[in-house]
C-alpha cells in the first residue's frame, strides 16, 4: 500500500489537536511540522470535507477536531485525504494476448484479484480498528505525557 505524504501530516494534525483548547490556524499546524503551509492547507480542506474537522472563521480561527478523538480511525483519515478508491483495480489482463480466457472463463474474479482484495479488506479493518485518541496515547507512552502538554502550550503561544 502506498500513501501520500498527506496521510502523515493529516494524521499528525489530527493528533495535536486533541490536545487543543481552542482552533488552531492552519499556518500555526504548518509552524510546528514545519512542512508547507499550502500543502498542508488541502489536507485540513480534505479532512473538513469528510466531516473530521471543522473550520473555524475569524480571528481566532482555525481547525478542531468535530467529534471525539475515539470515534475517529485512521481509515476516516486515508480516506479523507487519499479517497476510497481501491489500491489494487483489475485490468482483467488474463483476457488478452493470443491465449486470452473466453468471457465465461472470467465470470469470477481470479485468485490474484481475489487476493488482494483479501489483503485490501485485511487493511482497511486494521485502520479502523485505530484511533486518533490511540495515536495519542501512543505519543503519551512513547514522549511522556509533557510532550502533547507542551504541544498545547505552544499552539496558545504559551
Known amino acids: 500500500m502506498k500513501l501520500s ?3 502523515e501530516w493529516a ?3 489530527c493528533v495535536v489537536l ?3 483548547t481552542e482552533p488552531v ?3 500555526r499546524l504548518a509552524e510546528l511540522h514545519d512542512v508547507s503551509g499550502s500543502y498542508l492547507a488541502k489536507q485540513l480542506q480534505a479532512l473538513s470535507r469528510a466531516g473530521l474537522v471543522g473550520s473555524v472563521q475569524g480571528k481566532a480561527g482555525g481547525y478542531v477536531l468535530t467529534r471525539a478523538p475515539e470515534l475517529i480511525t485512521l481509515l476516516d483519515v486515508v480516506l479523507a485525504v487519499d479517497g476510497a478508491q481501491p489500491a489494487f483495480v483489475c485490468t482483467e489482463i488474463r483476457r488478452r494476448g493470443p491465449l486470452a480466457a473466453s468471457e ?3 465470470a469470477r474474479p481470479c485468485g490474484i484479484a481475489r487476493a488482494m482484495a483479501t489483503a485490501e479488506a485485511a487493511w482497511r479493518a486494521a485502520l ?3 484511533s486518533i485518541a490511540d495515536l495519542a496515547k501512543s505519543v503519551d507512552e ?3 505525557p509533557t510532550l502533547l502538554a507542551g504541544v498545547r502550550t505552544w ?3 504559551g
Open 142 to 144: 512513547d514522549y511522556g
Open 11 to 13: 494524521l499528525h494534525c
Open 104 to 106: 465465461e472463463d472470467c
Open 5 to 7: 505524504g498527506g496521510v
Open 128 to 130: 479502523t480498528e485505530i
Open 155 to 157: 499552539l496558545t503561544g
Open 25 to 27: 490556524p492552519a499556518v
Open 18 to 20: 486533541t490536545t487543543a
